[in-house]
């Protein structure tokens, strides 16, 4: 076979047997992974914004608290305002009736007291 040319044959590598499947197996593990790796960091952004909104109603409900509690310190400061200035006028009628009544004793027996001398003067 001298005269005649034969063609020149490629020297590239043929595939091995079976290398589709391999590569089919590799990708299908890698979306697997991959599909997992997706619904795992969903299930950790659902948790983390559940975190987030009890850290929220956290702070909110103490600001809620110390708003009462700062109400609540003010209505006592003015109920105690208030006792002092009943306190004060039932103290002041109080005496008013008691100096009455010890002006009216010594009247009945026939005395004055020291105020009534200095209006008469």
């Known amino acids: 076979c001298v ?5 020149i044959m490629s020297r590239a590598k043929k595939p ?3 290398a589709n499947v391999a590569k089919f197996c590799r990708e299908s593990e890698a979306a697997a992974h991959n599909e997992a790796m997706a619904k795992k ?3 950790i952004r659902a948790e983390a914004i559940w975190h987030e ?5 956290l702070i909110s409900g103490r600001m809620a ?3 009462q509690m700062d109400e609540m310190k003010e209505e006592l400061a003015c109920q105690r305002q208030e006792l002092q200035i009943v306190r004060s006028q039932r103290l ?7 100096a009455e009544q010890y002006e009216l004793e010594l009247n009945a027996i026939g005395l004055a007291s020291a105020s009534k001398l200095e209006d008469q003067f």
């Open 3 to 7: 005269g005649i040319e034969r063609p």
């Open 16 to 18: 091995a047997v079976g």
């Open 41 to 43: 960091t969903v299930a």
């Open 53 to 57: 909104r009890q850290g929220q109603l």
């Open 65 to 67: 608290k110390d708003r």
């Open 92 to 98: 002041k009628e109080l005496y008013a009736r008691e």
